[in-house]
Structure formats: structure tokens, C-alpha cells
């Protein structure tokens, strides 16, 4: 912009001193009329000076209409979103804190306070990896005090939805929970199942020690 106000500037003034300079060329009938009409006056330095200055005046004030133009804000001047920004989700500990103190429960033979909280993971589905487990050890504490038909159905759940690594001995819990309930055949049907998909496990020998088989 300041270069464009420079050349118009000088344009000017090139204009307004061209001006005062007397043509060298001029043609048969210029010559001839200057002599018979009076030759206009030429432009004084001060009217030239003066005609500059009323230029240069409104050169300037077209530059403060310029400069009244807001400026672009820089990139520090925008507000700051989260919009791109990773978010990571924070792991709710709480569910493994239940876990943990219901194991400890479980340990402690207090398995009434341990099926609450087993019970609390699994109804809340949270966290949900360890609602198979909480399934398996609710059968655990049923079978431990001895209320063995309640126990059948949380160890028949951890044959079908795992954890994988509990089907071995939720087949052997089964049967024994069947016999101690006088079910022989539902024993010897857990038998079966854990003999075809476990016949190297040493529940196989115990229950047959038992006299299932």
C-alpha cells in the first residue's frame, strides 16, 4: 500500500513540474497564435508546492482510513476449544475395588458379604470383564455354605459364558453339588462332560474316588 501512495505521489509532482516546463515542439499555428493571443502565465513554485501539499493531505487521509481497519487477530487471540483434542477415557477402579473386597470376604468365609458385592458387579454389568468371575464365585460362596442347588446354576453359567479357565472346575462343582443334592444322574452327566473335555484333569480321578462315574 505505501508503494502504491509512493508512485502516486510522484506522478504528481512529474505532472505539476511538466507543467511549468515550456514545450520545445510546437506546431506553425501554436507559434503563430502565441504571438497574436496573450501567453498564459505559468505556475509558480508556490502554486506547484501548494497543489503538492493538498495531494499529500489527501494521500494521508486516505492512510488513516486505512489504518482504521481492524487488524486480522492472531491465532492466540481465538478462543481455545477441545475440538481435536484427545480425550482420554479415565478407567473406573471402582468395580476392582469390589472385586478385590469381595475376594476378601470370600477368603475371610464371610460369603454372605462376598454374594453382595459378586452380586453388585454382576447386576451392575461393571467392570464387565469381571462379571463372569463374579458369576463363578458367587457359585463358589453358595457352595461353600453349603447350598448347593443355589450354587448349579452359577457354575452351569460358567460353562457356557466362561471365564474359560473356571469350566474345568465348574464341571468337577457341578457334579459334586448334583450328588450332595442325590441327583446321581445329573453327577454322572457333569462327569461325562469333564471326562470328553478334560480327560487329563485330576478332577476325573477325585469324583471317581467318589463313585462317580
Known amino acids: 500500500m505505501r508503494t502504491l501512495t509512493v508512485l502516486a505521489l510522484c506522478a504528481v ?3 505539476e513540474l511538466s507543467s511549468c516546463r515550456p514545450r520545445s515542439q510546437r506546431s506553425t499555428r501554436q507559434k503563430q497564435a502565441s504571438k497574436t493571443a496573450p ?9 506547484v508546492m ?3 501539499d493538498s495531494v499529500l493531505a489527501n494521500l494521508g487521509s486516505m492512510s488513516d482510513d486505512i489504518t482504521d481497519i481492524p ?6 487471540e481465538y478462543p ?4 481435536g483434542a484427545p480425550m482420554a477415557a479415565r478407567p473406573d477402579l471402582s468395580g476392582y475395588g469390589t472385586f478385590e473386597s469381595a475376594l476378601a470376604n470370600f477368603n475371610g468365609s464371610r460369603y454372605d458379604e462376598a454374594i ?12 464387565p470383564e469381571l462379571v463372569p468371575n463374579a458369576y463363578y464365585w458367587i457359585g463358589e460362596s453358595y457352595y461353600a455354605m453349603q447350598r448347593y442347588a443355589e450354587a448349579l446354576q452359577y457354575f452351569e453359567y460358567t460353562t457356557k459364558a466362561g471365564p474359560s479357565y473356571k469350566r474345568e472346575v465348574a464341571f468337577y462343582k457341578l457334579a459334586r453339588a448334583s450328588r450332595e443334592l442325590g441327583n446321581d444322574q445329573g453327577a ?7 471326562r470328553a473335555e478334560y480327560p487329563r484333569s485330576s478332577y476325573v480321578s477325585t469324583l471317581r474316588k467318589l463313585g462317580i462315574r
Open 188 to 194: 454322572q452327566t457333569w462327569y461325562e462332560r469333564l
Open 13 to 15: 509532482l512529474l505532472l
Open 71 to 76: 487488524p486480522r487477530a492472531t491465532m492466540d
Open 80 to 83: 481455545r476449544t477441545p475440538w
Open 116 to 127: 453382595g458385592l459378586f452380586t453388585q458387579i454382576a447386576v451392575s454389568g461393571r467392570p
Open 50 to 52: 501548494s497543489r503538492t
Open 39 to 47: 501567453a498564459a502565465a505559468a505556475p509558480s513554485a508556490k502554486q
